[in-house]
């Protein structure tokens, strides 16, 4: 069975920066040519997409809300995938997820609104950002 284990997030003051990282098992699982989102749920609100990024064809889309300001990466020798987040507003508050799927590209907004297409989440991770 596929887990996806979080980490990074925490606190941070406004106009910081934060990393979230995931990793995957069992060891042979690979993050190559798979499309790796990153969603976020603050509290009283819906889940949000904000990030997908194809390890099979390199695109990428971002939510509007955090366009040039976080940075999707795949790193297949480490096996490990990140979300950089920088000039953080409270906004950003939520909690954050990965998640992970294979047979589509991030090329539309599509890869964002279908949570269903993504086959494995981590298990969430607490960013806060205060005033």
């Given at each position: 069975?596929?887990?996806?284990?979080?980490?990074?997030?925490?606190?941070?003051?406004?106009?910081?920066?934060?990393s979230l990282?995931?990793?995957?098992?069992?060891?042979?699982?690979?993050?190559?040519?798979?499309?790796?989102?990153?969603?976020?749920?603050?509290?009283?609100?819906?889940?949000?997409?904000?990030?997908?990024?194809?390890?099979?064809?390199?695109?990428?889309?971002?939510?509007?809300?955090?366009?040039?300001?976080?940075?999707?990466?795949?790193?297949?020798?480490?096996?490990t995938v990140?979300?950089?987040?920088?000039?953080?507003?409270?906004?950003?508050?939520?909690?954050?997820?990965?998640?992970?799927?294979?047979?589509?590209?991030?090329?539309?907004?599509?890869?964002l609104s279908?949570?269903?297409?993504?086959?494995?989440?981590?298990?969430?991770?607490?960013?806060?950002?205060?005033?």
């Amino acid at each position: 069975e596929v887990q996806v284990v979080q980490s990074g997030g925490g606190l941070v003051q406004a106009g910081g920066s934060l990393s979230l990282s995931c990793t995957a098992s069992p060891s042979d699982f690979s993050f190559a040519d798979r499309a790796i989102g990153w969603f976020r749920q603050a509290p009283g609100k819906e889940r949000e997409g904000i990030s997908c990024l194809s390890d099979s064809d390199g695109s990428t889309h971002y939510a509007d809300s955090v366009k040039g300001r976080f940075t999707a990466s795949i790193d297949n020798a480490k096996r490990t995938v990140s979300l950089q987040m920088n000039s953080l507003i409270p906004e950003d508050t939520a909690v954050y997820y990965c998640a992970v799927g294979h047979g589509f590209d991030c090329r539309g907004r599509s890869s964002l609104s279908f949570s269903a297409w993504y086959d494995y989440w981590g298990q969430g991770t607490q960013v806060t950002v205060s005033s």
